[in-house]
T-cell receptor
Framework: AQSVTQPDIHITVSEGASLELRCNYS??????LFWYVQSPGQGLQLLLK??????LVQGIKGFEAEFKRSQSSFNLRKPSVHWSDAAEYFC????????????FGDGTTLTVKP | EPEVTQTPSHQVTQMGQEVILRCVPI?????FYWYRQILGQKVEFLVS????????KSEIFDDQFSVERPDGSNFTLKIRSTKLEDSAMYFC????????????FGPGTRLLVL
């Protein structure tokens, strides 16, 4: 069964500092991996995705993520955080099988200090 | 850019009442999904639907839930007799092909059961 672990429930960073949100997945084959951002009371916005090719993927809002098969990880990074990045971040794994459903991690809440 | 739409955006209902949540997937998409997010928790898969039948459902999707594609555009989730614990944000998603890497999520319907 596919699963996702986001080890950090809550992260606080200062504005302008770098950010890394961790994501580990469990899946038997090559996974499809996603990062979503959710502001309070809002829907899910796709930041970036990986399904093949270059293991470093670029997304919107200056985010990037790196797929490391050996570590079963897909960590999200941003070199300089802005106050507007404060939100909940979800990592998810999708699959060709299992009816294509996505399995989400528990999420990481990002707080940005001025 | 085409998008998934959901109605209503918010719904308040009394316990025991039936509710129908509506989704209009992207027009050429063939696979449809419902997810649920209880306040403060992660997004959970409920059901996937293809070719007018359920492909997969989670343990959450019990006999109180049903899905239907009544016409060529709508995809509905019905909760027959709502319970307090059904209060959540419900997201619809769609993809063109099974295993396509991106599921397109709607903005969600926030359901409150009193």
């Amino acid at each position: 069964a596919q699963s996702v672990t986001q080890p950090d429930i809550h992260i606080t960073v200062s504005e302008g500092a770098s950010l890394e949100l961790r994501c580990n997945y469990s899946y038997g084959a090559t996974p499809y991996l996603f990062w979503y951002v959710q502001s309070p009371g809002q829907g899910l916005q796709l930041l970036l995705k990986y399904f093949s090719g270059d293991t470093l993927v670029q997304g919107i809002k200056g985010f990037e993520a790196e797929f490391k098969r050996s570590q079963s990880s897909f960590n999200l990074r941003k070199p300089s955080v802005h106050w507007s990045d404060a939100a909940e971040y979800f990592c998810a794994v999708g699959s060709y099988t299992n009816a294509g459903k996505s399995t989400f991690g528990d999420g990481t809440t990002l707080t940005v200090k001025p | 850019e085409p998008e998934v739409t959901q109605t209503p955006s918010h719904q308040v209902t009394q316990m025991g009442q039936e509710v129908i949540l509506r989704c209009v997937p992207i027009s050429n998409h063939l696979y449809f999904y419902w997810y649920r997010q209880i306040l403060g928790q992660k997004v959970e898969f409920l059901v996937s639907f293809y070719n007018n039948e359920i492909s997969e459902k989670s343990e959450i999707f019990d006999d109180q839930f049903s899905v239907e594609r009544p016409d060529g555009s709508n995809f509905t989730l019905k909760i027959r007799s709502t319970k307090l614990e059904d209060s959540a944000m419900y997201f619809c998603a769609s993809t063109h092909l099974q295993g396509e890497e991106t599921q397109y999520f709607g903005p969600g319907t926030r359901l409150l059961v009193l």
